[in-house]
Every structure is written in structure tokens, then in C-alpha cells.
């Protein structure tokens, strides 16, 4: 599963504006919202909250994963984000999170959201990884960062 099929091409979100967990939230979910007509972006939000209220997708080590099953969608929907000062996730390690992996699944599809979830957080763990997601200049960086780790892996 590579990343970048995941991520539609507006899907990537160099410099993240909001500084609280819902906002990042939804920001994302606005992002997501975008390349998918049939998806609210509030509806997402809540969707994500009450995922949150279960605990924290923050993983650790400047990441979060927030993610969820979303009623009527008919694709797994990926965004990326990052937040160069960082936002309280109430993370693992305590620690703000400055890369954020959106990930929206269809209501029934076990399979695919824990395979998309599985492949993320393994990259996610590589500290090169994240040092070159945090390094890169904007979003065609990004993108390029992304792609590289797709044809290594």
C-alpha cells in the first residue's frame, strides 16, 4: 500500500494554522472534505472527536494518527499535515505532535483502514522518516519525501 495513493494531490498540508487538537482535526477534515464532495467536513470532525474521546492518536515522537470509519464513504481517504510549532495530542510521550496522518476509512472495512494504519505507523517510526518530513521546504517537498519512502518500501 504506498502512501501517496492514499493522499489525493490536495491532500497535503504543509503548515497547519490550528493550534488545539479539534482544530487540527479540522483543518484536516476540510482538506478531506475536498477531494470527496459526499464528505461534511463538521461530520468528520465529530467523527474524529469521538474517536479521540476513546484515546489519544497521538503515538509518540511528534506524530499523530488520527483516524476513523466514516458512514457512506466509498474509499479510504488520506491527509497529511504538519505543524512546524506543534499541537498538544495529548500524545503518549506528552509531547506536542508536529506530523499528523489523517486517515478515513468506509464504515465496513476493516481490511483496508487497519492495513492503511499499519503501513502509516511503521513509517511513522523511522526517525529519518520524520526528520526529512520535518525538513522539507512545502508541499511539493513533501510530496516528493513521501514518494521516495513509497519506492524504498
Known sequence: MKILDMVSP???ICNLRAGTKEGVLLEMAEAAAAGVPSLSAQDLTSILMERES???TGIGDGVA????KVPGLNRLVAVFG???AGVQFHSIDGKPA???FLIVAPEHSAGMHLKALARVSRLLKDARFRQDLLAARDVEDLRR???EEDERS
Open 10 to 12: 490536495g491532500g497535503v
Open 54 to 56: 476513546l484515546g489519544s
Open 65 to 68: 494518527i488520527p483516524h476513523g
Open 82 to 84: 504538519r505543524s512546524s
Open 98 to 100: 508536529q506530523l499528523f
Open 145 to 147: 519525501v513521501l514518494r
